[in-house]
């Protein structure tokens, strides 16, 4: 035994030896936001039209046993960004309130973009950021302080609701577009979320332009070439959900493109033309690497923040958004943790692959440090998968085990180990539930008092992964029953 983990070392050390000695690929990470894992074409998806991310999926690696971070979008992406689980983490939920401090990264946080920075890499983040505000407690968190040499899109999450906002940010200024918003009047962590009622400017398509345009700037080739971290971090799906309760439809696009005549509600038709409208702007993205002739040299990730939503007046069972997975947004359920995962990294990510490696958002953070050279910081929980998506799964190091909590609704825990998944609310003192995931990927079996030992270490895993933060506690109480 031990001349095989001695064997395995000796393999790591030289896939990671020869991944340094070849050139920093460029990485690009694209976030969905609220995407279901069955969403995709290529996981699944019957109605909705994906076929430049299908392609993408043809030409790279899709992963079956993919997590994010969390199952709301503020901690999920502190995940992605720190490489800490919810345990750990800084920012565990999405705060309301006028004091952005608890929904803020703050400087001794260190991210993705600072790690990669260090690395040599130019980093832009173009999107929805919610881990930092121009308000009071939120300017720690800015992404300029957080690694990002250069930002556009939204700071504020409730913000980031409107398709058609009066403004968007680039780096510290406000840019202003045209639109003019009917706000509702309700503070949402320093920001009033609201509706267009003159639209001019769609902040997607701005944000997808000004992504293009990072990695025109940033594209170079040869032995001195400089590379480069884009984010781009996208707001389709998300719902505008004030205007979903102001105007009956909170899936905001400017047609409805190839669903026009359907004979559908529009929340649904919009649900529909917004998806496949990102999925024609990823398309753009990877025919510009192709163009630029950097295609060779960059690896692009896509994912979503957490599952799928019914918040934007569509009909959720029109498209099966989360596939044979039970539970959406807010469920720690799979149906609301795992996500798509694709990567496509030509010649060195098997084409039309299928992995089903179990990993989440804070992998990420070591990843990408091994493919840069880096050094992943102390204190994450972050296991990179680099050799499951270069071809060699035999090396793939093992997490104990995936861990998950939720403030919201009373609290929950949720925990992955190998093929076990354990969910206990309320929080701390509920029953556990028990799945045996490689035969109930849906959850219908609850199977703890048949396995009270398994219950056991899952419980005890729980408590190891939680540590308490002055900044978070239970709140709400469960949806009543039905």
């Not at 944000?207 to 990072?214: K, Q, R, T």
């Not at 799906?237 to 005549?261: K, L, S, T």
Request: charged content about 20%.
């Amino acid at each position: 035994m031990r001349t095989f983990y001695r064997i395995v070392a000796i393999a790591l050390a030289l896939l990671a030896s020869s991944i340094a000695q070849a050139a920093k690929p460029n990485i690009v990470f694209i976030l969905a936001d609220d995407l279901g894992y069955g969403d995709l074409g290529c996981y699944g998806q019957q109605v909705i039209q994906t076929p430049r991310i299908d392609q993408m999926a043809a030409e790279g690696m899709r992963f079956t046993n993919f997590y994010a971070g969390n199952t709301v979008c503020a901690p999920s992406r502190s995940v992605l960004m720190t490489g800490q689980h919810m345990g750990h983490t800084h920012v565990r939920g999405n705060a309301g309130g006028p004091d952005m401090a608890i929904q803020s990264l703050r400087d001794e946080d260190i991210t993705l973009a600072e790690v990669l920075k260090s690395a040599g890499y130019a980093t832009g983040l173009c999107g929805k950021w919610g881990l930092g505000d121009d308000a009071p407690g939120g300017r720690s968190g800015l992404p300029r302080r957080q690694g990002f040499d250069y930002f556009y899109g939204y700071l504020n999450q409730v913000h980031a609701h409107n398709y058609y906002p009066e403004f968007l940010w680039r780096n510290e200024e406000r840019v202003d577009l045209g639109n003019v918003v009917q706000s509702t009047g309700r503070l949402h962590g320093g920001f009033m979320g609201g509706w267009a009622t003159k639209k001019v400017a769609y902040s997607h398509d701005l944000i997808a332009d000004e992504a293009l345009g990072f990695i025109k700037l940033n594209a170079s080739t040869g032995e001195n070439r400089k590379p480069f971290f884009l984010y781009l971090s996208l707001t389709i799906p998300h719902a505008n959900n004030e205007a979903a309760r102001g105007i009956g439809d909170g899936q905001e696009v400017p047609d409805y493109g190839i669903y026009a005549d359907k004979d559908w509600p529009n929340p649904d038709k919009g649900q529909a033309a917004m998806i496949t409208r990102m999925d024609a702007d990823v398309g753009r993205l990877l025919d510009l690497l192709k163009q630029l002739d950097i295609d060779d040299e960059t690896i692009v990730l896509f994912s979503s923040d957490n599952g799928p939503h019914a918040e934007g007046g569509q009909d959720p069972e029109r498209f099966d958004p989360n596939g044979p997975l039970r539970g959406m947004k807010r469920d720690l359920t799979e149906g609301g943790i795992r996500v798509p995962l694709i990567v496509r990294w030509p010649g060195k990510t098997p084409p039309g692959s299928t992995s089903d490696h179990v990993g989440y958002f804070g992998d990420v953070m070591a990843t990408a440090a091994e493919l840069s050279g880096a050094q992943t910081p102390e204190g994450t929980d972050s296991i990179s998968f680099v050799p499951t998506l270069t071809g060699h799964p035999e090396l793939q190091q093992q997490h104990e085990y995936l861990y998950w909590e939720f403030y919201e609704r009373g609290g929950k825990q949720a925990v992955r180990a190998k093929n076990w998944k354990a969910i206990r609310k309320p929080w701390m003192t509920g029953k556990t539930q028990l799945y045996d995931l490689s035969t109930d990927i849906g959850e219908t079996n609850d199977v703890a008092e048949a396995n009270p030992e398994v219950v056991k270490q899952l419980e005890a895993m729980m408590t190891e992964a939680h540590v308490e933060h002055p900044n978070w506690t239970v709140r709400g109480r469960a949806p009543a029953k039905k």
